[in-house]
């Protein structure tokens, strides 16, 4: 990318009337906002990632909700470290949760674009934590400011990953969250990532067809939904179709608040999601996503906790020359980001 593409990139931000919001949070103190700033030859290290997702959403929508999750998978094991990106047969993208998530490729071409702007500088950590915020904003969501400063870990392993399941409820949500140090509150904001979600029908099965082991549907499920999944979803087919986390067909790739008012009409598609509007735990928060006007805000917010978890600053960790594998060689002691 050259500086005027750049340039261009931050000209579109204001015609389309973006607004740029400082989010505070509760961070880790060795990460700041603009980080790369005088680092990268005068190359706009942001703007560089912004424009590989904005190509890629203009090619596929879906890719958003996907860059949105692989910052997730990647934080809730062992930190925002970019570990999910490293290839290896035991490696944590082998792990069956995280068999279905994608945006690898994105993250390589931007690494790729990156590198030869200014090599061994900028971490992977921190391009997957820059191009999940880019998703949001590219999908209609409020741009926050993504604080950089992450390093890469050296290690990756299946066995570490233990995501909370989306059968879980929400007091079983609530703790795994709460190891990560992330509250009650910013765990249902983070799942208002759903809004843009999707699943498939294997992990919905079992609410559609023997909830319980009743050999019936889940009764907190809006009957007409069950009929509408059961025809995406047949019993015992092997299809495995996609279905949108937010029913609303006029809000499928919009970011906004359309999911939470879903699940207060029973039309929840995984159990976690129906659960956040029906649990005393967390009722009352969705109420003041539907009804309130700053969910987006907010959600910046907790993206932002959620980028600082258990984060590798220097001198620890490195930066990956290609996100797939670690460094052959340990970079100079005395170099300030290698």
Known sequence: ?????????????????????????????????????GKCNSRNVEGIVFSVVERRMNEAKGIAAALIRLHFHDCFVKGCDASILLDGNSCEKNATANQSVRGYDVIDEAKELLEEACEGVVSCADIIAIAARDAVQLSGGGRYEVQTGRRDGTESLASNVDLPSPSFSVSQ??????????????????????????????????????????????????PALVKKLIVICPKNSTANAPVSLDQNPASTFVFDNSFYNQTQHRRGVLRIDQELALDPLTSNTVASLITGNDFLARFGQAMVKLGAVEVLTYPQGEIRKSCRVVNSKPRSPFSLFG
């Open 173 to 222: 949500s609530a703790d795994a969250f709460k190891n990560k140090k992330i509250g009650l509150e910013d765990m249902v904001l983070l799942l208002g990532g759903h809004t843009i979600g999707f699943t498939h029908c294997s992990f919905i099965e079992d609410r559609l067809y023997n909830f319980g082991g009743s050999g019936k549907a889940d009764p907190t499920m809006d």
């Open 1 to 37: 990318m050259k500086i005027s593409t750049a340039v261009a990139a931050a000209g579109f931000y204001l015609a389309l009337g973006v607004i740029l919001v400082n989010f505070p949070g509760q961070c880790d103190a060795a990460l700041q906002v603009g980080f790369y700033k």
